[in-house]
């Protein structure tokens, strides 16, 4: 039986701030074309200073990922960090129903081992984590998208967050923040955009030193990917829950809205006590922290086919739950299958939840269920 974590040794974890272990890639792998930009150079700077082995591409093209080994060719991609410039394509952004108006990319992968990983048959080729040099014409493409949206632009319980912008759909940008200096960049252009506009990304990394100081004038939400203890161990190479904690309330004090993403929801054993003790810590490390702007996403896990096929072949031998006999199966508003939990699951998680949020931090919003 997995040991829960009390609410006291989680107060006592969150209080400690330790030194975050910082991702270092065996391999980077920089496009001439990135060095024609300005960040991009910053990037290969940035590596250089950290002793990381970098290799000069002579076309734009990224080539040799492959392996007929799965695995191999799996641990290999996700040791390697390319910089990249975005295509054009990137600059036309997508709706991302329900967390923002709309989506767009600081980087492509991430450099954790997550077991239920959604970028699984998402992203084409080996997982290898694409950073964009072009940072100047990501940002400056956001202006032509203000005012426009469904989620929060058209609503009247989420008109106050302005038009907002998701940037974590395929990365997580905080764990290749010290690689990169994006996300640096994306909240000064927010804090310095005159407009009713938010930044909005989440993580499973701790590493938010070099954020605190930032003018960010409240326009960036950091919202943090948590999960009850019984599921770490599907979480590998991300910060420990009890860090990621830590940082929400350092972020907080800062002034930074907040946020939980309670993802992704599975029916571990004794579960609703195991999420009640995730909300008690959160609770305590904002305890201490006047009025928190806080919201809470609720995400259950879900797979399709083709996620669950590349997830296998990632992690063979993993115990996470993906049997189809055990689920109820959808179609997608874009008539794909995806498989989640059977309603009358769904609908005790969704009460309790709710429920436990209400009593444990009754100032937090829940802006969605799914």
């Not at 969150?14 to 920089?30: F, K």
């Not at 949206?149 to 010290?178: K, M, N, Q, W």
């Not at 002034?255 to 054993?269: D, K, N």
Request: charged share 20%; aromatic share 8%; proline share 8%.
């Amino acid at each position: 039986m997995t040991l829960l974590l009390t609410e006291e040794t989680h107060t006592r974890q969150t209080d400690r701030r330790r030194p975050t272990r910082l991702w270092h890639p065996r391999r980077v792998l920089v496009t001439p074309e990135a060095l024609d930009h300005a960040h991009g150079r910053q990037i290969v700077a940035r590596a250089e200073a950290l002793g990381l082995p970098i290799e000069r591409l002579k076309n734009n093209r990224l080539t040799g990922l492959r392996d007929e080994n799965p695995r191999r060719a799996y641990a290999q991609a996700k040791a390697t960090l390319a910089v990249v410039t975005a295509p054009p394509t990137k600059l036309k952004l997508q709706p991302i129903p329900p967390s923002a108006d709309w989506r767009f990319d600081l980087a492509e992968g991430c450099p954790a081992h997550c077991q239920y990983c959604y970028l699984a048959g998402s992203l084409s080729g080996p997982p290898v984590t694409r950073v964009y040099a072009n940072l100047d014409a990501i940002l400056g493409n956001l202006e032509s998208y203000l005012g426009q949206g469904g989620v929060t632009s058209a609503s009247e319980a989420r008109a106050a967050e302005g038009t907002t912008f998701e940037a974590s759909c395929y990365t997580d940008p905080l764990g290749i923040e010290h690689l990169t200096g994006s996300l640096s960049a994306a909240i000064r252009h927010f804090g310095a955009w005159e407009a009713p506009v938010q930044l909005r990304f989440t993580t499973k990394f701790a590493a938010v030193e070099p954020l605190l100081d930032l003018p960010h004038r409240g326009r960036t939400r950091i919202r943090f990917s948590v999960n009850a203890a019984a599921a770490a161990h599907y979480e590998g190479g991300t910060a420990p829950l009890a860090d990621r904690l830590s940082a929400m309330g350092a972020l907080a004090r800062a002034g930074y809205p907040v946020g939980l993403t309670i993802a992704p929801i599975l029916p571990v054993q004794d579960w609703p006590d195991a999420y009640d003790v995730l909300l008690r810590a959160a609770a305590a490390t904002l305890a201490e922290v006047k009025e928190p702007d806080l919201t809470v996403e609720l995400i259950t896990h879900r797979f399709t086919p083709g996620s669950k096929t590349v997830l296998e072949s990632w992690y063979p031998g993993s115990d996470l739950p993906m049997r189809e006999a055990e689920r109820t199966r959808k179609l997608t508003k874009f008539g794909s299958v995806k498989y989640v939990f059977p309603n009358e699951l769904m609908k005790a998680i969704r009460a309790h939840l709710t429920e436990r949020v209400a009593v444990r931090l009754p100032f937090a919003r829940i802006l969605y269920w799914t």
